[in-house]
């Protein structure tokens, strides 16, 4: 049973930065399944942010390509969400998802989630 838990959300003024942590375990979860990061805004549906496949090809939403980056250290088994210029529309809980289907562009359906860590901007 893999488990995710998300960490570092909290309350960042526009313009500022986080970095979101998913600690996964089982070990070897990071290394080898696909990680990536959602959002969900309530009332609305959860949103694809980021993903880094266990050969390191990412993919990225359009919405924020230019100012997120998904990475992973295989040895600490962690996956993080580097987020820069921050905007109050980037204000939603933030979820750590995790699959076995190995490529960024597949729509297969993730198999785990995090609980979820909340993230707010201020204007």
């Known amino acids: 049973q893999v488990q995710l838990v998300e960490s570092g959300g909290g309350l960042v003024k526009a313009g500022g930065s986080l970095r979101l942590s998913c600690g996964a375990s089982?070990?070897?979860?990071?290394?080898?399944?696909?990680m990536a990061w959602f959002r969900q805004v309530p009332g609305k549906e959860r949103e694809f942010l980021a993903a880094?496949?266990?050969?390191?090809?990412?993919k990225y939403a359009d919405s924020v390509k230019s100012r997120f980056t998904i990475s992973r250290d295989n040895a600490k088994t962690t996956a993080y969400l580097q987020m820069y210029s921050l905007k109050p529309e980037d204000t939603a809980v933030y979820y750590c998802?995790?699959?076995?289907?190995?490529?960024?562009?597949?729509?297969?359906?993730?198999?785990?989630w995090g609980q979820g860590t909340q993230v707010t901007v201020s204007s």
């Open positions: 880094i496949s266990r050969n390191d090809v990412t």
């Open positions: 998802a995790a699959r076995s289907v190995s490529s960024v562009y597949s729509t297969a359906p993730y198999d785990y």
């Open positions: 089982p070990r070897g979860t990071v290394s080898s399944w696909t």
